[in-house]
């Protein structure tokens, strides 16, 4: 083995979340070493980004190079719920009532796009070695996380660190060891998608296609250029496993829910699918976010259906947010724990809100205005407009002053909020009131059907 290194902050992987949170740390003068097992630019799903990316975008300094790259996103073009025709949301309405000077989104091509947010950081001073394959997780003899050892360039190599950030996605390399993770049962997806190289736009050629399926599931469709389409079939497990056995191919079952659509089979000719992939989408939790020495984000902290192309934005916002608490902790040891439950609160706050949502929306069968009036009530946006409430929560829009302003180092402390919450709650109900809403958690009622108390997770 070869000797050891130090640093303030390893992160284990480096995808959205994982180079987000490296280039603010090394941003703000800390030293940063980034492990990503694989080579870049790699494959990856999830190519459509929401609005509320671009504060973050700019803070990084990439509006420009992605206006320049990629294909502008301006809304979502939905066919969904009761009423027949297909509907619309433009971001800018939601913007423009933050007065904010962003206007669109992107389309992305994930290889490129994280290569560029990859090398951004390394730009920003932090260092990152890529076909890193982190082998052990080195704790002390409290538990706490203290580094790593990781195998790179045919050699295994020793780091010491203040912070270990879990960035590795799917792969969730700390929090599997850990932490627990709670798996939505009814959210256990799987995604089916191909990529065309012809197709006809739909009316907003910029918009992300969101439709629902008759029979259960939803197709999306995102224009990556003029010319490339990447159209997908999320459905649930259970059901694709009753096709297969029912001796239908992943691509019959495919090719029926394009005819079984009104929008996405206008868009392309079944017979241009290509090769089709597949991945599990079971949408999780992991019970705590951040434990002594070590914090979680992205995939590996949590996961959402990617019903409104949420996974990239939670994961980078949850970044934002890690990347204020390790540094205030990196300032002042004695306040780790403090500013690593302020973290943990409101990222899992941006989870449960999103959550609790795609809950309320994957029921097709409502009208749009019901939609539209609890994103609202969700978002406790103030505003008249329900339209507006709406194309904030599904954009991240609404939750940007929260990250943007986080302090982890606030004036109330965690534990006092909680208590003056408790003792509300409690006097609420000796007066026959309802309860207070504890700040910080969404309640019952906003998490959406099914979602109770419990951790009811997207980079």
Not at 291 to 303: C, K, L
């Amino acid at each position: 083995m070869s000797r050891t290194e130090n640093v303030d902050v390893v992160v284990v992987g480096g995808g959205p979340a994982g180079s987000t949170i490296g280039a603010l740390l090394a941003k703000a003068g800390h030293s940063v070493l980034i492990l990503e097992r694989e080579r870049f630019p790699r494959y990856h799903i999830g190519e459509s980004m929401v609005s509320g990316m671009a504060p973050l975008m700019e803070e990084l300094g990439l509006i420009e190079e992605l206006d320049v790259r990629f294909q502008h996103k301006s809304g979502i073009s939905l066919r969904w719920g009761r009423d027949p025709e297909p509907w619309r949301s433009d971001f800018s309405a939601a913007f423009s009532s933050t007065g904010s000077h962003f206007t669109h989104a992107w389309h992305v091509r994930r290889g490129e796009f994280d290569e560029l947010m990859l090398d951004n950081a390394q730009k920003l001073g932090a260092e990152a070695r890529q076909e890193a394959q982190v082998t052990e997780i080195l704790r002390d003899d409290a538990g706490a996380v203290t580094g790593v050892v990781y195998k790179h360039g045919g050699e295994s190599h020793r780091v010491s660190s203040r912070f270990v950030v879990d960035a590795s996605g799917q792969n969730r390399l700390l929090t599997r060891e850990l932490t627990q993770t709670t798996w939505q049962e009814d959210l256990r997806n799987v995604a089916v998608w191909s990529y065309v190289d012809s197709y006809h736009p739909i009316e907003y050629k910029d918009d992300i296609l969101v439709e629902a399926i008759q029979g259960g599931g939803w197709v999306w469709g995102i224009p990556l250029s003029e010319t490339t389409l990447s159209v997908g079939y999320v459905l649930s497990a259970e059901k694709l496993s009753e096709a297969t056995r029912g001796g239908r191919s992943h691509r019959d079952v495919f090719i029926e829910c394009l005819e079984a659509s009104h929008v996405a089979k206008t868009m392309i000719d079944p017979a241009a699918v290509g090769e089709l992939r597949t991945a599990r989408d079971w949408s999780h939790v992991s019970d705590t976010f951040h434990g002594p020495g070590w914090v979680a984000v992205g995939d590996a902290a949590a996961f959402i259906d990617p019903l409104f192309s949420s996974g990239v934005w939670l994961g980078t916002s949850g970044a934002w947010l890690a990347a204020r608490a390790i540094g205030a902790a990196l300032e002042d040891p004695e306040q780790e724990q403090r500013a690593l439950e302020r973290f943990d609160e409101l990222y899992r706050q941006l989870f449960k809100d999103i959550l609790g949502y795609v809950r309320f929306f994957m029921d097709p069968t409502r009208l749009r205005e019901e939609y539209m009036e609890r994103a609202q009530e969700i978002q406790k946006m103030v505003t008249s407009s329900s339209r507006v409430g709406f194309i904030s929560m599904i954009s991240g829009v609404g939750a940007i002053a929260d990250v943007v302003n986080f302090d982890p180092m606030g004036v109330e402390d965690v534990e006092d909020v909680l208590q003056e919450w408790d003792e509300q709650t409690a006097a609420s109900a000796a007066g026959g009131e309802g309860a207070a809403e504890r700040p910080g958690a969404a309640g019952p009622e906003a998490a959406g059907p099914g979602a109770g108390r419990a951790e009811a997770v997207g980079a």
